[in-house]
């Protein structure tokens, strides 16, 4: 034993290990780059209190904030999760299992159905965190079915997206789900019934260019991302140089593309007023 294990250990032995700091205790903001505590985030919607930064977040902590109590977690339509038997440097499926692990969701979107302010309603979620939000057949078939129950409750649906695009492992099926989403939402006024879209960031590829933009009333959080296609990719194609804030919930409005840009902690009032004011101000039974 050299001089300094020795060392090593009488100082391990006199000066014990202090408890760990959890990893989860701070949260390094993605808009200032300062550390905030975790808790704080939290309590404050997951917006930074210093440079008021909308985090991004899924779909169960975006039920908590929004719904009244005792709202329902719809299950996921299951389909085929690997059509194509695609693979690059894994095979989908390993993919598909890493995201599940990291996100405890099934895939990408998901629904619930309960009231806002007493007003029935029905949200879908795109959740970015698994990969990418990407558009697939899931994400198709879970976007039909809250539309379906929508429909069934006589309720507004509430889409929040948050996308990178179609799902290339599923190649032609993931694009198919654009004309279905259209078709869906055709139904959902057939019916009589708004469909409301909450833009979050990032919105971009084939969800922008379906259902992200076809809804009643266009709302965004602020200073999110909002595109069809990278902004180095229209530089390149105009040989123009675009704007600071292009693609940006700010642009959008100033530019008569959405409607209105909502802060988080002002979401669910928003939310409220709105299906008061276009589905007749009925609520639901207490």
């Known amino acids: 034993m050299s001089w300094l294990t020795r060392v090593r250990n009488a100082i391990s032995f006199v000066i014990p290990n202090k408890a760990e700091t959890p990893d989860n205790l701070w949260h390094k903001c993605k808009g200032c780059g300062q550390m905030v505590f975790t808790k704080e985030l939290q309590e404050n919607l997951s917006v930074c209190p210093i440079c008021d930064h909308h985090e991004r977040i899924g779909g169960k902590t975006r039920f908590d904030q929004l719904f009244d109590p005792g709202y329902t977690v719809l299950p996921s339509p299951r389909v085929t999760e690997d059509p194509l038997k695609f693979r690059d440097q894994k095979p989908y499926p390993a993919r598909i299992k890493a995201a599940r692990a990291s996100t405890g969701e099934q895939d990408a979107f998901l629904n619930a159905s309960g009231t806002i302010l007493g007003h029935k309603a029905v949200i879908g979620v795109q959740d970015f965190a698994f990969m990418g939000g990407s558009m697939g057949q899931a994400v198709g078939e879970a976007f039909i079915a809250g539309v379906e129950a929508a429909i069934g409750a006589r309720a507004p649906y509430i889409v929040f997206t948050a996308s990178g695009g ?19 939402i055709s139904m959902l006024h057939d019916a009589g019934l708004p469909y409301i879209v909450v833009l979050t960031d990032p919105t971009s590829g084939g969800v922008m260019a379906a259902y992200a933009m076809l809804g009643d009333v ?6 999110a991302t909002l595109a069809f296609t990278g902004r180095r990719v229209i530089e390149n194609t105009i040989r123009e140089k675009l704007p600071d804030d292009f693609q940006t919930s700010e642009y959008y409005l100033d530019h008569g593309l959405i409607d209105m840009v909502v802060h988080r902690k002002e979401l669910r009032e928003k939310l409220g007023q709105l299906i008061g004011l276009l589905v007749g101000g009925e609520k639901a039974a207490a």
């Open 218 to 223: 266009q709302i965004a959080e602020p200073k």
């Open 166 to 184: 179609a799902r290339m492992q599923e190649g032609i099926l993931s694009l198919m789900q654009m004309p279905r989403s259209t078709v869906a």
